[in-house]
């Protein structure tokens, strides 16, 4: 049955959270982003977020902290494999995570403000009624 | 005599996908040492509860929360 096979429009949409070593210098951090998301000849630019330097919550290695980028972008599956291949090669990729973004066929995405006012409301209503 | 149903937490919230890079989220549905909170405890109804694991495992992957809670190491 390769009916999944046809479709009409072969770019699916993606999420990568990558997790730099984070005594790197950020344009150093800048530089090796824009290489590894060369790799994927994207048609648009990606769009990307930096949450920057944050505490790991537990140890991967000898690193206790990470810089975390999150990167949307739209492009063919057949591109993903050189590019993770090149995210395991990276000496300063400490860890990274490659997701279908398409919560649109589910229900519809969370934006990112809606993300932050979110993580800002938690922080003073931390107590639920329970 | 059954039990009241609680309110899904996460549906009053008005969130209708759970995301694993929201770490506060996720902090509220687990225990002290890092185990998903089940259901029956937290009140969260089946779907996004099926979201919320599967969002916790990610997390965890990305060492937004730990694995092990209350270790010292």
Redesign the interface.
Known sequence: MAKLKIRRNPTRRYEA?Y?FDSALEDTTIAEKLEKLQALLNLAEPAEIEHWGRRQ?????GRHES?Y?I?SHFTTAPSTLPEFERALKLDEGVV?Y?V?LYE?EL?????SDEE?AS??RA?DDDDD?EE | MRRQKKPC?ITE?G???V?Y??D??LG?FITDYGKILPSRLSGVDARHQRQLSKAVK?A?????????KGQT?
């Open positions: 959270v997790i790991l919550a537990y140890k991967i990470g975390y999150i860890r995570l997701t919560h589910g229900a519809p995405k969370l993300l979110r993580r938690s639920d | 937490p919230a969130i209708r996908y995301d890079k929201d506060r989220l509220r990610k965890r992957y990305l060492a937004l929360l730990p694995y092990v190491s």
